[in-house]
């Protein structure tokens, strides 16, 4: 094969994403995918992965073929290479056959450097259209989607092990950013590439801070989101709920507080589904209440945080989801909330699943990263194999180490009573044992009579429904699914109950709510400069023009149908708001403004930025 090319990599690095220098691993895979080898790139969210089939496509001779899952997916990127001045085009349904035969003109003249479609429409165009083009090289994103043992399997992309076979020399670069080893292992056998080189990058996303709460209920869970969100005012974000109806209700819970909030699961219609998408992508609402349906199309590079209001089935997709957010490497916050229901519903779904063993091991991964005492970036880097010795300083827990104390009476009395009720009572009933309350379930089968009815009333019943999460947790308790959620005791419980072994519970502590602001403030400090390259001594950021920045964004966003993102991202404009070119060169100098975005928009920003700055820049 031979290859077109520029001056140096670097040259178009700049020229076209207006970058100074490669991310880690991006210069290796671009050089390898450009000498015909084949690779896999597991990079997180955030990390880079489209620039390492972007860029070897603009400097090799003929059309990229880039094969996607989501439409949305596809016109996002789309819109954010036309943004760049790079020609590209996603294939839809909608196209008839004088469309493609004038695509086909423009790709053999060399003008359409990358063509998205997906796994469906690849099998319709292989015999034709794609046949009677030069094929560049072959980008599968969302790899994981090939793998039978990937969290979001799509049968369609089984088939993906034929471009091998039609297109032989050409070189095959798979994307994801979650796979385990068996995953891994799968994507290369499915698309017949095992001897690929694999790169593994950083799943280290320090920008992003990783809080868990437990035991909150649907009530304490939305004053929660209320409080979390006045430190989010204005800023885009997600909002990851287990069921419809819980995306419903939150979302109808947000705007009642006058809080712009859409929704999206897989009960609307595509048109409803599309319009929340299109909502959300230009700022026209600040918060979606989605099901995991939601999100793998969103290209949306300023999205501020991801809450989970149920607990996720995996770390795959936990990390999978909280990588929506600070896409552009600015701080992004992500808050998990989790309690004993949502364990007991995802148990049932892994249980009834076709792969019952395998999905059962990554729930209980999921609730050990939940209750761990120990940092959370560690727990996951560990995950995916990457080892650090130093803590994040960036999750609750390394802000606000537990501190232990000896529960074992309170576990005791818990484990009195479920024994006492024959092992026949939920982990609700066994709390109104504990505290007293008279609830039908206790009338009906007279728990009151028990000893330990009331034993445990001076301790709230919030409190109690932790301390019951820590002791299933620990393995004092468990979960009898396949019988109405009765609780067992474990042979591990049994030596606590009869004073064999010493119970240690967190101790559960009551939230004092931070200034607002405070806790942005101390993130910035730690994580821009190094995060973003700044250097020390940089400037401060200037609020009013970062604002004003943002209101000429969406205006242009509004003339040009375009998501404001794709205009400027915010970390484009937190670096203008710092460092306030005057000048056109020194506005092309802010790393992410390419030639065709500093020709484009300088003229356009200069004037407001000039309006801030009290002096001129060369």
């Known amino acids: 094969m031979q290859f077109f090319l520029h001056p140096c990599m670097e040259h178009v690095l700049k020229r076209y994403f207006g970058y100074d220098s490669f991310r880690p691993y991006q210069r290796e895979i671009i050089e390898t995918v450009m000498q015909g080898h084949s690779a896999l790139v597991l990079m997180p969210t955030g990390g880079g ?31 954010q290479l036309h943004c760049n001045g790079i020609q590209a085009v996603a294939l839809n349904s909608s196209e008839d056959e004088q469309d493609l035969m004038t695509l086909q003109r423009e ?20 015999p034709r259209l794609l046949r009677s083009i030069r094929i560049s090289l072959i980008a599968v994103d969302e790899a994981h989607c090939i793998s039978q043992w990937g969290h979001d399997f799509r049968p369609e992309y089984s088939q993906l092990g034929v471009l091998r076979e039609t297109f032989p020399q050409v070189p095959i670069i798979a994307l994801t950013a979650t796979a385990d080893k068996v995953t891994r292992f799968d994507i290369l056998n499915q698309l017949n590439i095992q001897d690929a080189e694999v790169f593994i990058g950083s799943f280290d996303r320090p920008n992003l801070s990783l809080d868990v709460r437990r035991g909150l209920d649907s009530y304490e869970k939305r004053v929660a989101i209320l409080h979390f969100l006045s430190m989010h005012q204005n800023e885009p974000g997600i909002v990851y709920c287990l069921s419809k109806k819980n995306a419903e209700s939150v979302a109808a819970f947000l705007r009642a507080h006058h809080i712009e909030a859409a929704v999206y699961h897989a009960g609307l219609s595509l048109l409803e589904r599309n319009r929340a998408q299109e909502d959300f992508l230009n700022d026209r609402v600040q918060v979606v209440c989605a099901t995991i349906a939601f999100g793998m199309g969103i290209n949306k590079g300023n999205v501020r945080f991801v809450i989970h209001y149920n607990l996720p089935k995996s770390i795959e997709n936990y990390y999978q989801e909280i990588g929506r957010a600070g896409r552009d490497g600015a701080p992004a916050d992500t808050l998990l909330f989790y309690n004993a229901a949502d364990i007991v519903q995802l148990t049932r779904f892994a249980q009834s699943s076709g792969q019952s063993e395998i999905n059962m091991e990554r729930l209980n991964r999921m609730c050990e990263y939940a209750e761990a005492s120990v940092c959370r970036r560690r727990i996951l880097l560990n995950y995916f194999g990457q080892e650090t010795a130093s803590d994040c300083h960036n999750c609750d827990v390394c802000q606000h180490p537990p501190q232990l104390f000896d529960g074992t009476k309170y576990v005791q009395m818990a484990l009195s009573a479920i024994v006492r009720a024959n092992q026949m009572v939920s982990m609700r009933t066994c709390i109104d044992i504990l505290c007293g309350i008279p609830s039908e379930e206790v009338g009906r089968y007279q728990y009151y009579k028990l000893k330990t009815y009331g034993v445990g009333s001076t301790v709230p019943v919030k409190d109690w429904r932790d301390y019951m999460l820590q002791m299933l947790q620990m393995g004092y308790i468990e979960v009898m699914y396949d019988q109405h959620n009765h609780l067992r005791v474990t042979e591990l419980g049994r030596q606590v109950l009869y004073g064999e072994r010493q119970a240690m519970l967190v101790v559960i502590r009551r939230e004092v709510q931070p200034p607002k602001g405070k806790k942005k403030q101390t993130r910035q400090k730690e994580v821009l400069p190094g995060l973003w390259n700044f250097p020390k001594n940089e400037p401060d950021e200037d609020k009013e023009l970062f604002e004003a920045l943002r209101q000429l964004r969406l205006r242009l966003a509004q003339q040009k149908g375009e998501p404001p993102f794709v205009i400027m991202s915010d970390k484009v404009l937190h670096q203008l708001a710092m460092y306030k070119p005057t000048t056109l060169m020194a506005f092309g100098n802010i790393n992410g403004i390419g030639e065709f975005k500093c020709a484009t928009y300088g003229p356009l920003f200069l004037p407001v930025i000039r309006q801030f700055s009290s002096g001129s820049e060369d």
């Open 107 to 126: 790709c053999q003249d060399g003008h359409i450097k990358l063509i998205f479609l997906s796994p469906e429409r690849l099998m319709v165009e292989m």
């Open 49 to 79: 992965k489209s620039l390492c089939y972007q860029l070897p496509a603009l400097m090799m001779e003929g059309t990229a073929l880039v094969i996607s899952p989501l439409i949305s997916l596809m016109r996002d990127q789309v819109r």
